[in-house]
């Protein structure tokens, strides 16, 4: 991989944020299902008629705190959004707490950004700078999906993202 090319497709991105989780019970853990209605989330967000809504830049984070799966959104994100979030989980799943937490404390990692209509999925280098249509081989939402990479933004001192 020329270093065009990580340099272009890698986002910067600091360990520690305050976020709104919504947590899934390990036990009962489908992740394929939860990876497909986020899509959908963000569908329904790229699709609004409104520009407040549709016009956004937001990470998505994941990982197992104790005994629960999260998927997070920045704490200081639109109540609309986390509403449009909680409603297609609640609407597939039983069982789903919410909280607040710092990714860095939750062993939450970024692994999905939504950029202004554009869905990026935090991948490794053999797929960065390439995209693919979400079929039914994946979780069969539709979307188009562009692969970058994340790296620390300790390594900068400040977060950046590259071309999107």
Same mark, same amino acid.
């Given at each position: 991989?020329?270093?065009?090319?990580?340099?272009? #497709?890698?986002?910067?991105?600091? $360990?520690?944020?305050?976020?709104?989780?919504? $947590? +899934?019970?390990?036990?009962?853990? !489908?992740?394929?299902?939860?990876?497909?209605?986020?899509?959908?989330?963000?569908?329904?967000?790229?699709?609004?008629?409104?520009?407040?809504?549709?016009?956004?830049?937001?990470?998505?984070?994941? $990982?197992?705190?104790?005994?629960? +799966? #999260?998927?997070?959104?920045?704490?200081?994100?639109?109540?609309?959004?986390? !509403?449009?979030?909680?409603?297609?989980?609640?609407?597939?799943?039983?069982?789903?707490?919410?909280? #607040?937490?710092?990714?860095?404390?939750? $062993?939450?990692?970024?692994?999905?950004?939504?950029?202004?209509?554009?869905?990026?999925? #935090?991948? !490794?280098?053999?797929?960065?700078?390439?995209?693919?249509?979400?079929?039914?081989?994946?979780?069969?939402?539709?979307?188009?999906?562009?692969?970058?990479?994340?790296?620390?933004?300790?390594?900068?001192?400040?977060?950046?993202?590259?071309?999107?």
């Amino acid at each position: 991989m020329s270093e065009d090319i990580f340099v272009k #497709y890698t986002d910067y991105i600091k $360990g520690h944020n305050f976020v709104v989780g919504f $947590g +899934f019970l390990l036990a009962k853990l !489908d992740e394929e299902r939860i990876i497909r209605q986020i899509l959908k989330s963000l569908l329904m967000i790229q699709s609004s008629s409104n520009k407040s809504i549709r016009e956004r830049r937001f990470n998505i984070w994941a $990982g197992n705190h104790l005994d629960r +799966f #999260y998927i997070a959104l920045p704490e200081n994100i639109s109540v609309k959004i986390v !509403d449009i979030f909680r409603k297609s989980f609640t609407s597939d799943f039983t069982d789903i707490s919410t909280s #607040y937490g710092e990714t860095g404390h939750m $062993g939450l990692y970024p692994i999905l950004r939504y950029e202004n209509g554009k869905i990026i999925e #935090y991948n !490794d280098d053999s797929v960065i700078g390439t995209s693919r249509i979400d079929d039914e081989n994946w979780y069969g939402t539709g979307a188009e999906i562009h692969f970058r990479m994340v790296a620390s933004a300790d390594v900068l001192g400040f977060e950046k993202y590259g071309n999107v």
